[in-house]
Nanobody, 123 residues
Framework: VQLQASGGGLVQAGGSLRLSCTVS????????TGWFRQAPGKEREGVSC????????HYYDFAKGRFTISKDSAKNTVTLQMNSLKPEDTAVYYC?????????????????WGQGTLVTVSS
């Protein structure tokens, strides 16, 4: 099983980035997927998660209205569109997959993790 996250980079505050996670070895029709992040010196936190059938989506408060998660089951990819980025969004972003209930977005419930992609937002 491999999860390959990409799309990170350096962006100015107010800008946008689109993160993609390509999954191999799993059928995402049977797995929930999510994005998590870890800022320097902080614990990992959830960002947004989507259920196996894409019917349920969860956003943590800081992501609501700015981030959009989507899933392409045919391509086995999950995307996180991030708009109106803020310096506090600076972190390594990880995608994960797991047999979770609905759009549960609790990290320890996820079994498979990608390597992370760094997002840096300058002020």
């Amino acid at each position: 099983v491999q999860l390959q996250a990409s799309g990170g980079g350096l962006v100015q505050a107010g800008g946008s980035l689109r993160l993609s996670c390509t999954v191999s070895g799993l059928d995402l029709n049977s797995y929930g997927t999510g994005w998590f992040r870890q800022a320097p010196g902080k614990e990992r936190e959830g960002v947004s998660c989507i259920s196996d059938n894409a019917a349920d989506i969860h956003y943590y408060d800081f992501a609501k209205g700015r981030f959009t998660i989507s899933k392409d089951s045919a391509k086995n990819t999950v995307t996180l569109q991030m708009n109106s980025l803020k310096p506090e969004d600076t972190a390594v972003y990880y995608c994960a997959a797991g047999r979770v209930y609905g759009s549960s977005c609790v990290g320890p419930e996820y079994d498979f993790w990608g390597q992370g992609t760094l997002v840096t937002v300058s002020s």
